[in-house]
């Protein structure tokens, strides 16, 4: 691992989660922050999208700070955009509707965009060269635990994580042999049992 660096993350306002909720405005964020800038033409080929549309949900997400202009590579005929932040931070509840609202919104497109991912990781598992297939785990874990507990629980594993990643290249840069992105999807809940109203 490199030398510990600071992991830029952003802490959306309820405003910013909206926007961020929207389905292909998060993959967009997700591809700029993983394979690094890219233009509005080549975004819009990857996702299926046409130019205009995806344009817009660009400049939605520059309006609230999730991605700029990359000064180094545009010109006059192209604008390239980057992530401003590696992380997205949620914050705590507010105890609003609106921010509750937002919370359920973003939730919602970051869980189907997380499945997706999932989803991909099973299918492409047999065609992983072996050290990668011993190196990746889809593993479960229920834990009696109280709340007190099971929230220390969570701000200890995203520390080690972010610790991790605080100590490795940064996301879209150039790897060196054998490193490529590895995604943790973390998920903590109180269970509910199968007949349960939440």
């Known amino acids: 691992m490199a030398d510990r660096r600071r992991v830029s993350r952003i802490e959306p306002d ?22 690094g800038p890219a233009t509005a033409t080549s975004l819009a080929e990857r996702l299926g999208l046409n130019s205009g549309a995806t344009s817009y949900h660009l400049r939605q997400l520059a309006r609230h700070g999730f991605i700029e202009d990359d000064s180094e590579r545009g010109n006059a005929r192209e604008r390239w ?38 989803q991909r990781a099973v299918e492409t598992q047999p065609e992983l060269m072996p050290e990668w297939q011993k190196a990746s785990t889809m593993s479960d874990y229920s834990i009696p635990l109280s709340a007190m507990d099971a929230a220390a629980l969570v701000e200890k594993l995203n520390s080690v994580l972010l610790e991790a990643m605080a100590s490795a290249p940064r996301l879209g840069d150039d790897y060196p042999e054998g490193v490529q992105p590895v995604t943790f999807i973390l998920h903590a809940f109180p269970r509910q049992s199968e007949g349960d109203n939440p």
């Open 81 to 118: 955009w980057r992530a401003a932040h590696e992380s997205t931070s949620i914050p705590p509840a507010a105890g609003d509707d609106d921010s509750a609202d937002a919370r359920m919104a973003f939730a919602q497109a970051a869980l189907g965009w997380q499945i997706a991912q999932m």
């Open 14 to 35: 309820a405003m910013a989660l909206r926007a961020l909720a929207h389905p292909q405005r998060l993959k967009m964020l997700g591809l700029l922050r993983l394979e």
